[in-house]
């Protein structure tokens, strides 16, 4: 959501590795973020989804690997079942993440990047 208008929130080092590394999206990323649109949170909506598609992100589904990945991150550590979700997909897929979630990121995994920095 941050390459668009919010993009003044991302930090440097993410701004640099947005540069130079293939960037994914999570079909659970995007049921996450309609689900928020619908409750007014944010707005959100197909033409999003053809942005990110157009500065190059390519789509990763939630498939079985990322299923069996999934039982690996306990609801103590991180509420969010959905986060839990991306987070699975990255992992399965041996790609890092990009987050501003304090949950997550206060996991310290090496592969989790503050959006942030």
């Known amino acids: 959501m941050w390459l668009g208008p919010d993009r003044h929130k991302l930090g440097a080092t993410t701004k640099r590795l947005l540069r130079f590394q293939d960037l994914y999206f999570s079909t659970i990323s995007v049921a996450e973020l309609g689900f928020k649109s619908q409750s007014s949170k944010i707005s959100f909506g ?3 989804l053809e942005d990110w598609e157009k500065f190059g992100m390519l789509e990763l589904p939630f498939g079985r690997s990322a299923a069996i990945e999934f039982a690996s991150f306990h609801s103590h550590q991180v509420p969010d079942p959905m986060d839990r979700q991306i987070m699975a997909v990255a992992r399965a897929n041996g790609l890092g993440l990009i ?3 304090k949950k997550i990121l206060n996991l ?3 592969w989790v990047v503050d959006a942030t920095t």
């Open 46 to 48: 197909p033409a999003d």
């Open 99 to 101: 987050t501003a979630d």
């Open 108 to 110: 310290e995994l090496d």
